[in-house]
């Protein structure tokens, strides 16, 4: 074996999970076609639960001063996201190159191999393992691994090689993308709809802004088609009557709202994750960060099969988890694409969404979804005396926790990505309970800082966190917890 795992594509899903299985101990090479990162854009920003995820390995230092928005919208309708709590509208303004070199230099810190200009043309799987084949300068070579992660984008050849299934929706816009140089653009952050389409333009560094322009009846050109910036500047003037074309871009590109979703992340021994398992247009930034938490979900579950230690069916979570929050990406994206683009046929339903987004409820709803915090996962064993806690299967939200050691963020706590059980209550029968897994799960004594903040963990004298920061049980009953650390931490260990 040449690695525990290959991953194929260095964009941030594939460099993301580099790092998380270096956490979890798997040998990893991520396999590259690029010589070189292409220093593109395109992701301007992250989700607030993508955030969270890097909060929780203690990567936000590395992101200075990283702001969030409170404003977000929905389908172009603009809304205070702030109105759930823990929610905002994201990190805005940061070029995905950027982020890409950050996770770049946190998995190879961590002992990631990354191997750029090779690209990846076929596989063939069997019982032990999977074999690639990859195109270098060398000429061909052959890698094989126990897994492969196709996080190879969009047209994932990794998916169509393992013959995947990949259905949705055809593309029926096309959009125009620049990063532009030496116009004076008034911003218009969120987008603006008008007559003929929509417009949005965000600076992005000094004397240079972000635009996108769609416009309505256009037919859709395909991804990878790269238009020229007359193009641009010719859609930009008949949709807001500005001449750019004095100007020049640093980047030009166009995308579409094809909307498609592999029908299952796991074929054996090969896996899908990011844009390779799922795209959509890029309303409210979530593609990047439905990327870094297919990553972070895939992650720890697969470094525990390599390890050994992956309790029966962990693997398979990965998709009954993430392919229902892949759906409803597509879902939200289409819906909002239908609202923010379409024409005067989509009226009422404008108009219906702008009545109801008056209520909080609707806007906490809506915010959920886009951020990311909405989202709960299965844990099982739901019956019993621990089975109701508002926590089971959510995130835990980030607190400031006392402990032995002084006061700690619980994000902190989850820096190493391996499980942790707050022992809230300093219950020894609980702490008794989780040493059998001392070696996967860390056991801290900790009480709320702020007593705002113990109302989150209200009624449970201890809660069990994944690696992934999301909750496996919260309660008080020390066998729940024993059934809880056996189903996602596998058996006691063997002293
Ligand atoms: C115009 C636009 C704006 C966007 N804005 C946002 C935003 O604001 N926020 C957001 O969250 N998302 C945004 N997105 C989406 C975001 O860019 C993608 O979701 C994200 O790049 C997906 O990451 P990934 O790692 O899954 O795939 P990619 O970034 O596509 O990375 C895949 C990698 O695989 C490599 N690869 C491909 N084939 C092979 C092969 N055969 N062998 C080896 N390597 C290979 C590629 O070179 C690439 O480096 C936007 C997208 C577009 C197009």
């Known amino acids: 074996m040449d690695a525990d795992v290959i991953i194929v594509g260095a964009g941030p899903t594939g460099l993301m999970l580099a790092g998380e299985l270096r956490l979890g101990g798997a040998s990893v090479v991520v396999v590259e076609r690029l010589p070189r990162p292409t220093g593109q854009s395109r992701g301007l920003g992250f989700t607030a639960r993508a955030l969270e995820s890097f909060e929780q390995r203690g990567l936000i230092p590395r992101f200075p001063g990283l702001e969030t928005s409170p404003m977000g919208h929905f389908g172009g309708l603009q809304f205070d996201y702030t109105v759930l709590e823990g929610a905002h509208f994201g990190a805005r303004g940061i070029p995905q190159s950027q982020t890409e070199a950050v996770l770049e230099t946190w998995a190879l810190e961590l002992g990631a191999e990354i191997r750029r200009g090779w690209e990846f043309t076929d596989l063939a799987q069997d019982e032990d393992g999977v074999e690639i084949t990859v195109a270098t300068l060398d000429g061909e070579q052959q890698l094989r691994a126990a897994y492969l992660v196709g996080a190879d984008g969009g047209n994932s050849p990794v998916r169509k090689a393992a013959g995947f ?6 593309a029926t816009r096309g959009m125009y993308l620049a990063d532009v140089t030496g116009c004076e653009l008034r911003p218009r952050f969120l987008g603006e709809r008008l007559d003929g389409g929509m417009v949005m333009a965000a600076p992005l560094a000094e004397g ?3 635009i996108i322009a769609c416009e309505r009846g256009t037919p859709p050109a395909g991804r990878s088609e790269t238009p020229e910036f007359a193009e641009v500047a010719a859609a930009w003037q008949r949709l807001t009557g500005e001449d750019i074309s004095g100007g020049g871009a640093d980047w030009v590109s166009s995308f579409t709202d094809a909307t498609r979703q592999a029908g299952e992340y796991r074929r054996g021994r090969v896996l ?4 390779a398992a799922h795209i959509h247009l890029p309303a409210g930034a979530q ?3 439905t990327g870094i938490q297919d990553a ?3 992650g720890w579950k697969l470094a525990a099969v390599v390890d050994g230690w992956a309790p029966p069916g962990l693997l398979d979570t990965y998709h009954s988890e993430r392919h229902p929050v892949g759906a409803r990406l597509l879902m939200n994206t289409r819906a909002q694409g239908e609202v923010f683009l379409g024409g005067t046929e989509a009226d009422p339903l404008r108009e219906l969404l702008t009545e109801l987004i008056e209520n909080d409820d609707v806007k906490k709803h809506l915010a959920g979804m886009v951020s990311g915090l909405d989202i709960r996962y299965d844990m099982g064993g739901a019956e019993g005396p621990d089975g109701g806690h508002p926590l089971l299967g959510r995130r835990l939200p980030h607190r400031t926790l006392r402990t032995a050691s002084g006061e700690r963020s619980s994000a902190e706590l989850l820096h190493t990505a391996q499980g942790v059980l707050l022992d809230l209550a300093d219950d020894h029968v609980l702490r008794q309970a989780s040493a059998d897994w001392k070696d996967r799960v860390l056991t801290v004594t900790a009480t709320a800082a702020e007593p705002d903040d113990a109302a989150v963990f209200a009624g449970a004298a201890g809660v069990l966190v994944r690696p992934d920061g999301y909750v496996a049980w919260a309660g008080a009953d020390a066998g729940q917890l024993t ?3 056996t189903r996602w931490f ?6």
Not at 490 to 495: K, R, T
């Open 483 to 485: 059934a809880g650390l």
């Open 165 to 170: 299934s990949f259905s949705g929706t055809a």
């Open 287 to 289: 593609g990047l960060s």
């Open 208 to 210: 240079v802004d972000r």
């Open 272 to 275: 899908l994750a990011g844009d």
């Open 296 to 298: 972070v979900n895939l």
């Open 490 to 495: 596998g058996p006691a260990a063997v002293l």
